[in-house]
């Protein structure tokens, strides 16, 4: 976890809010994993550091992976 100061929850909700709003200027569109993990982060489950953790978890490949 981040040693920062801590976010009162209307600052996580609107940081959220705002990157999905910027994924959407973009063309894009937040997946169903994502609305969770900020629904996470904006309930105070998880720290963002962890969140972060765990995407790149799930999107980067083992070396075994490639074959």
Not at 2 to 21: D, I, M, Q, W, Y
Not at 22 to 48: I, K, N
Request: proline share 4%; with cysteine; charged share 40%.
């Amino acid at each position: 976890m981040t040693n920062g100061p801590l976010r009162s929850r209307e600052e996580r909700l609107n940081g959220v809010l705002e990157a999905f709003h910027s994924c959407q200027l973009d063309g894009l569109q937040p997946t169903r994993a994502a609305v969770r993990d900020g629904w996470d982060y904006v309930e105070g489950r998880r720290s963002l550091d962890e969140i972060i953790e765990d995407v790149v978890r799930r999107h980067t490949r083992r070396p075994e992976d490639k074959r």
